[in-house]
């Protein structure tokens, strides 16, 4: 079945400094994919949509220039915090839906626990 | 706008119990997929079942069965004969047709006890 692969699962950077969390589709091709972030005990909640050769859609009260996102090729995309803070501390998780006319099922990342100190 | 609500937080069941989580969504829409979802520990989302809007049937894998009321718009979990392995967070969710974006509940943390 198709798999994402999601990289770093776990990171701690320090206040000020950047992290990059990619995404790679591994058996097929995603013009899309989507980035959440996931609080202790809470739902996933949509950041911003992935588009391969154009600009990410962010979600409303994303900070776009705080969270880039560079869908780079039809199989990676990458998620940059920028000048991470404490708060930005969370769970990030990718999906990608999979290919076709009638896709019903977005397969998942295993997720990134991103700590920052 | 779509939304979609999980009103259980937290439920306990033993274990080889039946147990039913709750699911209401709305849309205006007549033609989605309504999927459930779990989160073990290791925290990797797994497709548990989906449902085609547009199917009368309910779903079933398993241990695992839906009860689709679209009226109602009431989409619940039963899973049969539970098992430890069944500890998780349980999440609904509804994708429209033609449509990418996932909507999801709020989750409802199942725990099922030896």
């Known amino acids: 079945g198709a798999v994402v692969s999601q990289h770093p699962s776990r990171v701690i950077c320090k206040s000020g400094t950047s992290v990059k969390i990619e995404c790679r589709s591994l058996d097929f091709q995603a013009t899309t994919m989507f980035w959440y972030r996931q609080f202790p005990k809470q739902s996933l909640m949509l950041m911003a949509t992935s588009n391969e050769g154009s600009k990410a859609t962010y979600e409303q009260g994303v900070e776009k220039d705080k969270f880039l996102i560079n869908h780079a090729s039809l199989t990676l995309s990458t998620l940059t915090v920028t000048s991470a803070h404490p708060e930005d501390s969370s769970f990030y998780i990718c999906?990608?839906?999979?290919?076709?006319?009638?896709?019903?099922?977005?397969?998942f990342g295993q997720g990134t626990r991103l700590t920052v100190v | 706008a779509q939304t979609v609500t999980q009103s259980q937080p937290e439920m306990s069941v033993q274990e080889a119990e039946t147990v039913t989580l709750s699911c209401t969504y709305d849309t205006s829409e007549n033609n989605y997929y309504l999927f459930w979802y779990k989160q073990p520990p290791s925290r990797q989302m797994i497709l548990v079942i989906r449902q085609e809007a547009y199917k009368q049937q309910n779903a079933t894998e398993n241990r695992f069965s839906v009860n689709f009321q679209k009226a109602a718009k009431s989409f619940s979990l039963k899973i049969s004969d539970s098992q430890l392995g069944d500890t998780a967070m349980y999440f609904c969710?509804?994708?429209?047709?033609?449509?990418?974006?996932?909507?999801f509940g709020q989750g409802t943390r199942l725990t099922i006890n030896p």
């Open positions: 969710a509804l994708r429209l047709q033609g449509a990418q974006k996932l909507v």
């Open positions: 999906s990608a839906p999979t290919p076709g006319s009638h896709n019903t099922e977005a397969f």
